[in-house]
């Protein structure tokens, strides 16, 4: 599922990004990669944003960009 | 004396500046490189070495903030661009030491380069509070490079760090190294055993040179390919990759050696760091969950904002109107101390009213400019971006417009000045392209002039609320506009770290407000006196004899028909003809250009009543209502609505977008788009009544 797809609290491990290379880029840079595991922190009115954890880094990105990052639920 | 150049990178809120304070105690020396929103600076200090008692002179180049060697924003392509082709002698890279395997990531990249690196494990304090300890020997003994624990702000490791820099600097060659996978360490092994046995002649470490080669890099091809090594070489090189390849997923080698980066950060994170408890962590979030909480979160937003510019117009008028007073006091004795002619005139009235009129924007941008550091360091303007993004993003704006837009509705210049905050190129345009579109401060007394002429006292009110809205709304439908036809192309993506909320520091809030401050008087002030000096000219020659016969008042009229501007005024009145305008509307509107707050004088000389009259004065309110017609009266206030800013903000504007080219596209845009709604307005409400 695409992460923008998680609701408030959720968990999930991250298994693909398809986005071109500065973006992808820009998403290492914040940790998130493939394999690793980030958390739903909450969402603006009309989810058109979101912010989630990852790692020790809190990042908001617009729903556009969550879209690109395919997850898995944990548990 | 030896000089050291250190250029100074770490990735955003890591407290690189206040370092830099620690470092140099005083700032000796500041100057500026050029660029229009990101500035490197360079500080220059010097040191004495105890131990070898040699004299050092530290030139440190603060580079902007950068979270990789990516060029995802301005910060980072300064940054990038410098470190790659700059002259320097040693990087020193700050790290949070609160977020250490992000910050790492960076530092692998840095070490990457191939130069002298020290790291600065900063924020020290902050990670002890947090329960996280570092070992700081292990992390240098992984690293290759001296890791030493800072805390800017207690000034503690700064003595320790200096040493580190002067050891690092007397160093033959950097010791830096990034460990990769096993895979890659074996090919990096190959190539270097063949360069060892060929006896090949570098200037850099082999190790530094196969890396550059594995992972494609132009320039290292481009040197090497002239070396007769080259032709042995390059088999290895294939054949290396080719065994590369068989242990990833991808033969993209930049998503290679990114995985390996991203591995070797998180590999040191875990052997040097400890995690005691999660305490600050807690803090965040619970703030958070209260700052960005769906329903809360923009109410409590709009109590701030509400509360900022409270205070930036409230307490600003005052020591405004003391400004103002005082430059009218200024100029009223130099009247008398040169005359009334044209000396006087010149120097009163043209030069320090010019001059007056810079520093009583100076109140409003300090206040401002106080709120919106604090909103900054504090962290808490990520969360207003994220706030507003899903709004404003529909009309091709950033979150983070919001504050400058709201600052226009107050005044233009700190609008414009305030759109800094926004770090994308197109985002911070089209912001301050529309910034106009909030109908300022000034422009207030124009249109309660009119609304008391044109309408009851029961719908002035409605009238007024009515002209700010649709000024708004305009605004957001020429972003919506600007994206669609002029900054096209694909949204920059929105991807932004939410940084831990953190006590602002004064000293740094100081700095800031200090620096805005300094650079507007200098840059915005010369500029502005010198063009009320050409406003002041206009208005004033050529000298007429008015006729003898007029009383006082008409003297004045006569004698502006009669100037250039009033020459101006006839030439454009064909312009201003179709939208139901007479030359006298024109050449107000023509005034208004310099400040808006001259339309209604100007109008009180041109119906002949002197210029000593506001928009409450009955006289001026009935001479208004007795000559101009009702559609023409709107077409004039829509025009205000929409033409150009005063001067002042006009030249904070070029100044702002990045050149003089963006204030003519403004002038075209503005002029264009408040003559057509003016001309729409004047027929439809001639046809309505």
């Known amino acids: 599922m695409q992460l923008n797809q998680l609701n408030k609290g959720d968990h999930a491990t991250i298994i693909k990004i398809n986005a071109n290379k500065i973006l992808k880029d820009r998403f290492a840079s914040f940790g998130i990669m493939r394999g690793e595991e980030i958390s739903v922190k909450g969402y603006s009115i009309g989810k058109q944003t979101m912010e989630i954890e990852a790692g020790a880094t809190l990042i908001a990105l617009r729903a556009d960009e969550a879209m690109k990052i395919e997850v898995e639920k944990r548990a | 004396m030896k000089p050291i150049v250190i250029a100074l990178a770490g990735q955003p809120n890591v407290g690189k500046s206040s370092l830099i304070n620690a470092l140099s105690n005083a700032t000796l020396k500041v100057g500026n490189f050029s660029g229009v929103t990101v500035d490197k600076t360079e500080i220059i200090f010097n040191l004495c070495d105890v131990i070898s008692s040699t004299d050092y002179e530290i030139h440190i180049i603060d580079l902007p903030g950068a979270y990789s060697l990516t060029e995802y924003t301005i910060e980072e392509k300064v940054t990038k661009s410098f470190l790659q082709s700059d002259e320097y002698d040693i990087i020193v890279n700050v790290v949070d030491s609160t977020n250490l395997q992000r910050n790492l990531l960076f530092t692998t990249q840095l070490l990457e380069t191939g130069k002298k690196v020290v790291v600065a494990l900063n924020m020290d304090d902050e990670a002890q509070k947090e329960g996280i300890e570092i070992d700081a020997e292990q992390l240098s003994a992984i690293l290759g490079v001296p890791c030493i624990k800072t805390s800017a702000a207690n000034k503690e490791g700064i003595e320790p760090l200096k040493e580190a820099i002067i050891e690092v600097f007397n160093r033959p060659q950097t010791s830096a190294k990034v460990i990769y996978s096993d895979p890659i360490e074996e090919e990096i092994a190959h190539i270097v055993n063949f360069m060892e046995q060929k006896h090949f002649k570098s200037p850099l470490p082999y190790r530094h040179l196969a890396v550059k080669l594995l992972q494609e890099d132009e320039t290292t091809y481009k040197q090497m390919h002239d070396k ?15 065994h590369i390849y068989l242990h990833t997923t991808t033969k993209d080698l930049d998503e290679i050696f990114a995985d390996e980066h991203f591995a070797f950060a998180k590999g040191a994170k875990m052997e040097v760091m400890s995690l005691k408890s999660m305490r600050a962590k807690n803090l965040t979030q619970k703030i958070d969950n209260l700052l960005i909480n769906n329903v809360l979160g923009i109410p409590l937003f709009l109590l701030f904002m509400w509360g900022l510019f409270q205070l930036t117009f409230e307490l600003g008028s005052l ?8 430059f009218g006091w200024l100029g009223d004795q130099t009247k008398v101390l040169l005359g009334d002619g044209g000396l006087g005139s010149l120097v009163a009235d043209g030069m320090i009213g010019g001059v007056g009129a810079v520093l009583m924007f100076l109140p409003n941008i300090v206040i401002l400019f106080l709120g919106i550091a604090l909103l900054e360091t504090t962290g808490y303007m990520a969360r207003v971006a994220f706030l507003l993004d899903g709004f404003f993003h529909k009309f091709g704006l950033h979150g983070k417009s919001f504050i400058p837009l709201v600052t226009g509705f107050g005044c233009s210049v700190p609008a414009y000045m305030a759109a800094r905050t926004l770090k994308n190129e197109k985002d911070r345009l089209i912001t301050l392209f529309i910034i106009g579109f909030m109908s300022c401060g000034a422009r207030l007394p124009i249109y309660v002039l009119f609304a008391g002429a044109f309408f009851s006292q029961e719908d002035a009110g409605n009238i007024l609320f009515i002209i700010y809205i649709s000024g708004a709304m305009l605004g957001l439908l020429m972003a919506k506009a600007l994206k669609l036809f ?36 200098k ?16 208005s004033n020659y050529p000298k007429v004899d008015a006729p003898t016969h007029l009383e006082s008042n008409q003297v004045k009229l006569y004698e502006l028909e ?18 139901g305008m007479d030359w006298r509307m024109a050449v107000s509107l023509e005034a208004g250009l310099a400040a808006k707050e001259v339309v209604v004088s100007t109008l009180g000389v041109l119906y002949a009543l002197g210029d000593d009259v506001d928009e409450g004065s009955e006289g001026l309110i009935a001479q208004i209502r007795a000559n101009i017609p009702f559609a023409s009266a709107i077409a004039f206030i829509v025009f205000v609505m929409i033409y150009l800013p005063c001067l002042a903000a006009s030249m904070v504007f070029a100044k702002e977008a990045g050149g003089w080219k963006y204030l003519v596209y403004l002038f075209v845009m503005t002029t264009a788009s408040a003559w057509i709604l003016s001309f729409v307005a004047y027929r439809v409400t001639q046809l309505i009544i």
Not at chain 2, 562 to 578: K, N, Q, R, W
């Open chain 2, 523 to 538: 840059k915005a002030g010369t500029f502005i006196l010198f063009a009320s000096i050409l406003i002041w000219f206009a």
């Open chain 2, 486 to 521: 002029v900054f096209k192309g694909e949204d920059e993506p929105f991807v932004m770290e939410m940084p831990k909320y953190r006590l602002p520091s004064l000293k740094l809030i100081w700095h800031t407000v200090y620096g805005q401050a300094k650079s507007y008087m």
């Open chain 2, 228 to 242: 007769p090594i080259w032709i042995e070489l390059l088999p290895i090189i294939r054949q290396s990759l080719q």
């Open chain 2, 562 to 579: 009669h100037s250039y501007l009033g020459i101006m005024g006839h030439a454009s009145e064909p312009f201003f003809a179709p939208l």
């Open chain 2, 319 to 326: 020591p405004m109107d003391l400004i103002d007073s005082a």
